[in-house]
């Protein structure tokens, strides 16, 4: 499986997802600007609300952007031999095998590319803290929800 494109992948659901985003708080910052919800009185909320709203999908938007920036960033990365930011790595979790993405954000972010899945971790999440460092072909067991899991990196790219 080829780094560039599950990084490409990302970036286009990041994308995506930024889109989203960006209508959305247009449409708040709409809502909230209209005559329609000027508050006729002291507990009239309903612009204000919608603001919040706004502001809320904006900070969203800009967070995406900067991930995707940071993606970006990671395309003509070089693989080094042990896993770090950037990684992708496929992992024999007592006999199933799982593909997961190292990257600088955007934890949690699913795509699939040639058919196979593969979740976005960080370096910060408890299995990407434990992950970090470790080499194709080595075995690890790994602390998870409390629960001790085998684990052997099978490939690093």
Request: proline residues 2%; negative net charge.
């Amino acid at each position: 499986m080829d780094k560039r494109s599950v990084i490409l992948k990302i970036i286009e659901s990041l994308q995506s997802e930024l889109e989203t985003y960006i209508r959305a708080a247009k449409s708040s910052h709409a809502e909230a600007t209209a005559d329609e919800n000027r508050a006729e009185n002291k507990y009239d909320t309903r612009g204000l609300e919608a603001s919040y709203l706004a502001a809320g999908q904006a900070n969203k938007a800009s967070e995406l952007e900067s991930a995707i920036t940071a993606f970006k960033d990671l395309i003509n990365q070089t693989t080094h031999d042990a896993i770090e930011v950037g990684s992708l790595i496929e992992l024999d979790q007592e006999g199933f095998t799982e593909f997961y993405f190292i990257g600088p954000t955007a934890g949690g972010t699913e795509v699939e590319v040639e058919g196979t899945e593969i979740l976005v971790i960080t370096s910060e999440s408890p299995l990407g803290s434990q992950l970090i460092s470790l080499k194709p072909g080595q075995k690890s067991t790994l602390d998870l929800a409390g629960r001790k899991q085998k684990v052997q990196v099978k490939s690093l790219v």
